[in-house]
């Protein structure tokens, strides 16, 4: 025998000291050993990851908070100085120094002798209120729809021919329309948006869920005889979870500039918008002095679009499980 070998009887050891009764736990023996996995967890540590996602994220919360704040504090009127001519068109200097230095005439008066400043972030929080409220409506109908619709075999039918007739007609001149028959309020914009804007959403995640239908997991569900609300809701917009996030995204600025589109031909909102006064300083746009009145609305507006879009794309790719590895 190779005397690397040691026996058993050498070590001077009794059978209960060497060998030990474990009891037949079941529960125990299922779990694994390894490190707690939290999904939401490793998407934030993924997206925070990148610094320009830090910038981006302060950035827009600059501006909503902004455009929800200081208009409160601003008693910003349109029709400030109406009746004094002196105080109409005045760049930044000039206004500040008619009025006092101080922030709402940083960006000069306008046509009627308001605050520039005090317009934009006017503008900003009712453009911002009925971008989020038309998003969140459209999104949630259009991707519970779209879930349906595309899991269900006998609803997809239906629902193809619906899109068909409905889906061709052109959707800003619905909306136009609409906002006509209903006078340009803001519920009556959120209506005229929301009437339709779902269905594209939901034909758009209609597909996505046609890709993955038929998988192992979702078969073995239907089997055992789970609902069709809870496969979609449980089984497949989990997985469909970054495409919702990057659709969000694209789908709150498309708001703002249909917002802008219908105050370019006349039907815009009543009230102070990023679009009415985009249309309104039209013939600032290139007068000496008068720059500001027309760019700022529109650089305010594209931040926010610029924003929104680099935050959900790179939130998006966050929430792809494949890179939390």
Known sequence: MNDNFIKVDDLGLSEEELFSWHPNDSLEAEKITAPRYSYWKSVFRVFFKKKINVFVLLLLAFVIVFAFVYP???GYDEFENLMD????????????????????W?????????????????GARVSIALALVCATINMTVGVLAGALWGYSKRGDKIMLEV????????????????????RPKFWTMV?????????????????????IRDREYNLA????????????TKNLLP??????????????PSYIGMEVFLSFIGLGLTQTTLGKLITNAQSAMLTPGWEMEFWSPVILASIIA?????????????SDPRTHM
């Open 221 to 232: 569900s239907r089997c055992l005889g789970t609902p069709t609300m809870r496969i979609a």
């Open 85 to 104: 001519s002196s105080a109409k068109h005045l760049t930044p200097a000039a206004a500040m120094a008619k009025f006092g230095y101080n922030i709402h």
């Open 306 to 318: 610029i924003v929104l879009y680099v935050a959900g794309q790179n939130l998006g790719d966050a």
């Open 163 to 182: 899109y068909n007739v409905v889906g061709n007609i052109p959707y800003q001149l619905l909306c136009s329309v609409l906002v006509l028959i209903f």
């Open 106 to 122: 940083i960006l000069g008066a306008g046509a009627s002798g308001n605050s520039t400043f005090d317009a934009v972030w006017e």
């Open 191 to 211: 209506f005229a948006l929301t009437i339709t804007g779902w269905l594209a959403i939901a034909h758009f995640f209609r597909t996505q869920v046609l890709i």
């Open 72 to 74: 409160v504090f601003s």
């Open 239 to 252: 997985f469909l979870t970054s495409i919702i996030v990057t659709q969000a995204a694209v789908e709150i």
